[in-house]
């Protein structure tokens, strides 16, 4: 097949035969969100380098190996990687952060990384996020993880655990980073290029890498709970409280230090261990210094992504239920030229009630009609001739049982009129 021919290497095409399954985690989540009384806002695809380089940090995965950046007219841009940057610089510039805090958004976007294309690691992927600004409350830290946790379950997901640690804040960090150096130092000749650099740069990013050999080498690293200032302790512990207040179990991973650089306190995973290496569905934490490190005011931050992929991935290893497709409700069958007018009305018509109707556009034959309709799972037929059209008589065929009842066609009023008696199958289920 000719290049051009192929989608690039860690796409992939939604066909119409999966797209019940992303109706369903779109639904889910978006209906969650608003019960928690996020909004939603979307921004452009593409962001200014600079924004991710200084939000996302330049010692990160994510801004040294995989992000696709172009230069257009001397200005470098990048497709964004992930949905915080963007969000931030969109509430930063539409001012929503001067408003009644805290501001709750949601996203559901398109997100692009350079990576190994692998199950449940692509080069496009979607994330739907939340991102809170303006609470520093430990409940709010409650309340983002709980609705994670929400859409997780109302998916029917199981065998999920949420995985929970706090990384202190600036001055902890510090202490810790120091310590963190001074336990790879011995084996800096051993530690993966880059993470011979971090070493220098910022330390913590060690324990994100995904070198089997550097994993090893950290096995014994120290842990930044034991750096926790006073205040970072509390909030964690508060944090902890408030979820098993609420019956929301997770284990305490001192390894979870996240992958970018903004966070700060409370960093959490919901890792699946049904989809093998790829496992983190859901990840996200506090950020409270981003803001103002990109040049708004200083404004406590948090929020979540969860690769979409993986959730319907997840889904599909556990047998969770999707949405329903939509079928045809009726299906007019014309059986010669002169009827096709008609069959073009009455499928309007009935539209106009909320069916989904259809006729053959094909110029079938009426066995090779009625096949179709079968295969279309269509719930009603209705056979067009010259002598149905003329009498203004036709008949109503239940397909599934073959029963048939008499349907008025003499105009489109009184069919739609008569086709009100079907109950109408939950076609709009998915959007
Ligand atoms: P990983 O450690 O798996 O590379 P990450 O820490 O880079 O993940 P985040 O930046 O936190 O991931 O993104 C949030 C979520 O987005 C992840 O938990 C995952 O569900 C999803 N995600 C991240 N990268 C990809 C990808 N390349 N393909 C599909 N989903 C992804
Ligand atoms: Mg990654």
């Known amino acids: 097949m000719a290049n051009y021919l192929k989608r690039p290497n860690g796409t992939e095409d939604v066909t119409p035969e999966r797209i019940r399954k992303w109706y369903t985690v779109e639904r889910v989540t978006r209906e969650i969100a608003e019960s928690f009384g996020f ?33 257009a007219k001397e200005t470098q841009f990048t497709l964004r990687p992930e949905g915080t940057a963007g969000t931030i ?33 692509l080069r496009e992927f979607h994330q739907f996020g939340v991102e809170m600004a303006g609470a520093a409350s430990p409940y709010a830290d409650a309340e983002v993880i709980l609705l994670g946790k929400t859409v997780l379950d109302r998916l029917g997901l199981k065998n999920i655990v949420l995985n929970l640690n706090s990384i202190g804040c600036p001055a902890c960090r510090a202490k810790y980073q120091e ?22 740069r910022n330390p913590m990013r060690l324990l994100d890498c995904k070198s089997p050999e550097d994993r090893e080498l950290s096995k014994d690293a120290p842990v930044i709970l034991d750096y926790l200032c006073d205040d970072c302790k509390a909030h964690f512990e508060a944090v902890k409280t408030a979820l098993t207040g609420m019956g929301v179990a997770f284990v305490i991973n001192p390894k979870i230090v996240r992958g970018l650089d903004y966070y700060t306190k409370t960093v959490f995973e919901f890792i699946s261990s049904d989809i093998g290496a790829q496992g983190t569905v859901c990840a996200g934490g506090r950020y409270d210094g981003l803001i103002e490190q990109l040049g708004g005011q200083s404004v406590p931050a948090l929020g979540f992504g969860m690769g979409l992929e993986r959730l319907i991935l997840t889904m599909e290893q556990q047998g969770c239920e999707f949405l329903e497709p939509s079928v045809c409700d009726v299906y007019l069958a014309p059986m010669d030229e002169a009827a096709y007018p008609a069959a073009l009305s009455y499928a309007n018509a009935l539209r106009t009630l909320g069916a989904r109707a259809e006729f053959d556009l094909a110029g079938r034959s009426f066995k090779a009609q009625m096949k179709y309709a079968n295969k279309l799972g269509a719930r009603y037929l209705v056979v067009l001739g010259s002598n149905e059209l003329s009498e203004g008589k036709g008949q109503l065929k239940n397909m599934q049982t073959g029963e048939q009842k008499p349907v008025r066609l003499d105009t489109a009023e009184h069919f739609t009129a008569d086709y009100t008696e079907i109950t109408l199958s939950d076609q709009f289920g998915g959007v």
């Open 179 to 200: 310590a963190l150096r001074a336990y790879f130092t011995p084996f800096k000749e051993k530690l993966c290029e880059t993470c011979q650099e971090r070493l220098v």
């Open 39 to 71: 909004s939603e806002i979307r921004v452009p695809t593409f962001e200014v380098t600079e924004l991710f380089q200084r939000s996302v940090g330049e010692t990160t995965d994510v801004v040294q190996k995989e992000m696709y950046s172009v230069i």
């Open 89 to 121: 610089r969109a509430m930063l510039q539409n001012g929503l952060l001067a408003e009644a805090l805290p501001q709750k958004v949601f996203y559901q976007l398109s997100c692009f990384r350079h990576e190994r294309p692998q199950a449940g690691r």
